[in-house]
């Protein structure tokens, strides 16, 4: 790791030598920016390093390194900040350029005291998320204790026992929630602390401020109005189906969900509905396990797979080191591992590396392209500064992953690479293939937007003491229609039990990401000349698309996101009507299978029968500002 004082004195040296007529101040700023910058990626290289080796490897020892490690950024970013500050009290002196570069670097810091106790806070909160377990009595009265990877979220996966599935749903809030929950308290106060200490109201200001757009939060809202309903009849249509499973004991037709039926510790996700919930089963299945389990597929040949899509653009080929580096799969020597997939730059321009317990089936073939997608993002900006080796703004790296493994699980892409036999192009399989993907897109919307409305809320203060987890539920029932399977209680604090919320991710990310997806795939297929309906698209081997795609990856966030997208889109703002194009086939067949079943949509005082939403007109195409 760098020397501190070294490095405190390196970054001095810029403020130093003030010139004395021979350069300007734009060019003082300049030189110690490019002190830092080369500053800023060795120290980078050395953090992430020892971020990893905790990752996969979760002991008291490598966390006591990377608490170690935390506070010197801490420090090394406070003094950057100091040494920004003076350049910045000369703004008329400064090109646009060079005041967007300084105020990008370093922040104002807690004191040591809270600094320190701030890493801390955070350190346990991720590793009671990585190493907490759920018990329970086996088969033969022996005590069977699952991780969340793989055993809870193949229970979530695979069982349709609705008393097993609230099990496990209930201990894995017990054992991660509640113990995180007075941790989330403190590192919400210190974070809002720091916050106001760079002239933001709170956490959630900072957050925001981070896309450049006023009234955010009202723009995004905004956009979800928009999308609400066909995700209400998603929703409608999902509900029937997991009624025809568990029956009127525990699904109400004309009410919210039960959180714990769909598919994933969270629901986030509802991929894993798709078996029950497949419009026209007798039509040619769109998860090919069996087909790559019958072609003898293993972890490396799926990424080389999921290689071969970027490449045939004319995109960057995997990094030397990635399969030797990477952790691809779960570890057998007994070390507890953080199992949630995630990609890494390691700031050196060669270094990128995958974070994976991969098990062989389609699921995690489609994983793999989402974290390449990622990768592909850190090699294209790898010659910005370190100040920009970042996503234009934090939805672009995930629309880019999900991009790329929307295309991947095309019929005509799967048939296209072997992994599905027959090409067949009809009505039934369009409609199996959209409420596939609806499964993992629209479903996520109000889960990835109320997950951090409530955390804007709570940050600001719009809670009482004791009410967040209350709050978060009304949130939930009100926007997802879903609640919670058990009664909560005052030591209960869900949204921890995540690994975004207890390891600090925000995750309008997520909601941004699945609006701009859509964009960026409506773009790209068009340059790669497809013709129809744009969910049947796939650029795969299109050079025309890859070039374009290339050219707005390699900006990183050297420029505002609005002219990132005007790069890659033509436009300047984020707009539902391209997801609202490629689902409308989806949303034209729901409305009438709703109808058919006799199903309204919305859920308790908000629902509305069959009779009134049979009279509702098309939801057509739309788009929205940001």
Known sequence: MEN?????????????????????????????????????????????????????????????????????????????????????????????????????VGSRELDDEDAKRLTEVSSEMQKIYGSSKCCRSGPEGEEECLNLEPGLTKIFAMSRNYSELKWAWENWRTVVGRKIHPLYL???????????????????????????????EEDMMGLFDEVRPLYEQLHAYIRRKL????????????????????????????????????????????????AMEAQGFNISHMYMVAEDFFTSMGLEPLPKYFFERSMLTKPE????????????????????????CTIVNYENL????????????FQQYSKQPAIYRDGANGGFHEAIGELMSMAFSTPNHLHKIGLLEDKVENEEMDINFLLRISLKTVSTLPFHLVNDLWRWKAFRGDYKDGTWNQEFWKLKEKYLGVVAPVPRTPEDLDPPALFHISGNY???????????????????CDLA????????????????AGAKLKEMLSLGSSRPWQEAMEVMTGQRKMVAGPLLRYFDPLYQWLKQKNQENGDGVGWGQDYVPVLQTSQCTTHLPSSSPL
Not at 79 to 103: G, I, Q
Not at 366 to 377: A, F, K, M, P, W
Not at 529 to 544: N, R, V
């Open 243 to 290: 009624f025809e499973v568990y029956g009127p004991e525990v699904i109400n037709l004309s009410g919210p969900l039960p959180a714990c039926v769909l598919g994933d510790m969270w629901g986030r996700f509802w991929t894993n509905l798709d078996a029950i919930a497949q419009p026209y089963p007798h039509q040619p299945a769109l998860d090919v396990t069996p």
């Open 529 to 544: 000349g497809h013709q129809g309906p744009l969910h049947t698209c796939d650029f795969y081997g299109s050079k025309e």
């Open 186 to 216: 403190e590192y919400a106060q210190l974070k809002n602390k720091e916050a106001q200490l760079n002239n933001f109201t709170d956490y959630g200001h900072r957050w925001r401020d981070e896309y450049e757009t006023p009234a955010f």
């Open 333 to 356: 020597d007994g070390r507890e591992v953080v199992c949630h997939p995630s990609a890494w730059d390691f700031f050196d321009g060669e270094d990128y590396r995958i974070k994976m």
């Open 366 to 377: 489609d994983t793999i392209h989402h974290e390449l997608g990622h990768v592909q993002y």
């Open 506 to 524: 925000d995750m309008i990310r997520y909601f941004t990401r699945t609006i701009m997806q859509f964009q960026f795939a409506e773009t790209l």
């Open 4 to 104: 501190l004082v070294l490095m405190t004195m390196v970054l001095l040296l810029g403020t130093s030598a003030i010139s004395s007529g021979e350069t300007s101040w734009d060019d003082e700023a300049q030189q110690y920016l490019a002190e830092y910058n080369e500053l800023a990626l060795g120290y980078s290289n050395s953090h992430t390093k020892i971020q990893w080796e905790y990752n996969i490897n979760l002991t008291d020892h490598n966390a006591q390194k990377a608490k170690e490690a935390s506070l010197e950024w801490t420090k090394m970013a406070r003094e950057a900040y100091k040494n920004v500050s003076v350049f910045l009290t000369r703004p008329d002196e400064l090109s646009p350029e060079t005041k967007r570069m300084l105020k990008k």
